[in-house]
């Protein structure tokens, strides 16, 4: 039924509003499978449906409907824990440490990130990533500087991909630039670059910073790519556009990537689908965001 629910709002068969109540009522389900379709659709709505002005009623919501369970679960598996709740701790845990109102499990997870930083055993292989990320959403200059050293000294390409995807989730300015900027050295290896660019694209404080970047830097960033390569970062560069959701922004996207499709095969398409689903985003949002407007002020 909420996979039912989730789907027609998306087609804008059912209000958004409605969705979330529907999602609230089942958030405490016993069935884990259940629980995951309610995160989906509360979820869903966070990155372009809700107004600025609302967001710490997102947050309060986010809390009263998962808190109290992800806050009883943690961070840590405890002894005798079945599959089912280990699921469950990955994806209702991160949830409310990066968009809940209660600070606890992300001052959790920084503490812990500190400890996998020095041991990679402190820290469930299952948990390692999201637990990274949230530590790094609320994170300070210190941390990064942490994740920045790790990485100089880390040569296991998962270990890296953990760090850098922890690098590309910093939500303060300022640090997902200087993550950005270690694109541009010699020696930083574009094949690991997805988390830097992507990351920041899906956090509203940064949403903006990727495609900044790349519109600064284009030539210096294709420079990099092998001639004659078939690797994907050039075909790929505009998915830095993929969170936008108004018609400015899709514009602004197309005039610069426009001229450029030809430089690698394949982005031709690349951009179209960028710009189909910005086009789409952006008739779901006026379709519905009044509708999560009106259900949030409630919280």
């Known amino acids: 039924a909420l996979g039912d629910v989730d789907a027609l709002t998306g087609m804008g068969e059912i209000k958004s509003g409605d969705a979330l109540a529907l999602a609230f009522a089942f958030a405490g389900d016993p069935v884990r499978q259940v629980v995951d379709s309610a995160i989906g659709i509360v979820a869903g709505v966070h990155d372009n449906m809700v107004p600025t002005e609302l967001r710490p009623n997102y947050a309060r919501f986010i809390d009263r409907a998962f808190g109290a369970r992800a806050r009883q679960l943690g961070w840590k598996a405890k002894a005798g824990e079945d599959a089912e709740t280990r699921l469950l701790r990955s994806s209702i845990v991160p949830l409310v440490a990066l968009w809940g109102v209660d600070g606890s499990l992300a001052a959790e997870a920084r503490q812990l990130a500190a400890q996998w930083l020095a041991d990679r055993t402190a820290v469930d292989p299952d948990i390692a990533g999201p637990l990274l990320n949230a530590a790094a959403r609320t994170g300070d200059e210190a941390f990064f500087k942490q994740l920045l050293a790790e990485l100089s ?10 760090i850098l995807g922890a690098m590309g989730s910093f939500s ?53 790519v092998p001639a004659g390569s078939t690797f994907g970062l050039g075909v790929s560069l ?11 922004s899709g514009e602004e996207l197309s005039a610069f990537f426009g001229p450029k499709v030809d430089r690698f095969a394949g982005t031709r398409r690349n951009l179209a689908q960028v710009l189909e689903g910005i086009r789409i985003c ?7 965001q009044d509708s999560v407007a009106e259900f949030l002020k409630k919280y």
């Open 153 to 162: 000294r880390t040569e296991d390409r998962q270990q890296r991909g953990l």
């Open 172 to 224: 303060d300015p300022h640090i997902a630039r200087a993550a950005l900027e270690l694109v541009l050295k010699p020696d930083f290896d574009l094949r690991e670059a997805n988390a830097l660019f992507l990351g920041p694209a899906g956090v509203p404080e940064t949403r903006f910073l990727p495609f900044e970047f790349v519109k600064a830097n284009y030539e210096a960033i294709v420079a990099k």
């Open 238 to 248: 505009p998915f830095v556009g993929a969170n936008f959701c108004d018609e400015k």
């Open 282 to 288: 952006t008739a779901y949002k006026a379709a519905q």
